[in-house]
């Protein structure tokens, strides 16, 4: 099993839709938690922190669920720049491992 | 602009050269990172380093990589003889002071190897 393991994509989706993505981690002691957007041929970019209460910026929004191990992230009201890929990251204690999910891509058309 | 710096921005090497891929952490950041990227497919760790120091090279082959960020200067990693399969993208992160912190990147170096 893999330590992170995300929604197999690609998922298209129309302009305006509401999308989720899942993505599943095998540490219970992973302490902190991210999602990046890549665009194609670029760097990651970091797009929010996963905090415990669940957080939200603007259209997106991020839950923690511990208990089942996992880290959701919601876009509403999809825009076509929206299109990237959606990158799971998760960092572990007791030393340093900070492991990036394979990615899920994302095409919003219109 | 306080980002993180990488370059070259593109380098093209023949097989049997050597490559140098440097990296400017964002001004504070004590923690550097490096991964690797084959077309169409996700990060791979490479290694992480602290000044002067290789914390973890796990994800890192064992012969001709090699890695270093000294106490001045740019990190820098180090391919030697290079391959064909060494083509790929090189994105250098950094974090502040604790690798819990999310992670900043650079624009990457594209290595091409003829």
């Known amino acids: 099993r893999k330590e992170v393991e995300q929604d197999p994509g690609p998922f298209n989706v129309p302009e305006g839709a509401t999308v989720a993505f899942n993505c599943t981690y095998s540490n219970s002691a992973s302490q902190s938690f991210f999602w990046y957007r890549q665009d194609c041929r670029k760097e990651p970019k970091l797009l929010m922190s996963v905090y415990s209460s669940g957080n939200e910026d603007g259209r997106f929004t991020a839950q923690l669920n511990r208990a089942s191990q996992y880290i959701s992230l919601l876009i509403r009201d999809s825009k076509l720049s929206d299109s990237a890929t959606y990158l799971c990251?998760?960092?572990?204690?007791?030393?340093?491992?900070?492991?990036f999910g394979a990615g899920t891509r994302l095409f919003v058309k219109a | 602009n306080a980002g993180v710096m990488q370059n070259p921005r593109h380098l093209v090497r023949r097989r049997g050269q050597e490559a140098r891929l440097r990296c400017s952490p964002m001004k504070g950041h004590s923690h550097v990172y490096w991964y690797r990227q084959l077309p169409e497919e996700g990060l791979k760790f490479m290694v992480y380093?602290?000044?002067?120091?290789?914390?973890?090279e796990s994800g890192m082959p064992k012969e001709r990589f090699s890695a270093e960020f000294p106490k001045e200067g740019p990190s820098i990693l180090r391919i030697q003889q290079v391959v064909r399969g060494d083509s790929a993208a090189y994105f250098c992160?950094?974090?502040?002071?604790?690798?819990?912190?999310?992670?900043?990147f650079g624009d990457g170096t594209r290595l091409s190897i003829l």
């Open positions: 990251v998760v960092s572990n204690t007791g030393g340093f491992k900070t492991i």
């Open positions: 992160a950094s974090s502040p002071d604790s690798h819990n912190q999310p992670q900043h």
């Open positions: 380093l602290q000044k002067e120091n290789i914390i973890d």
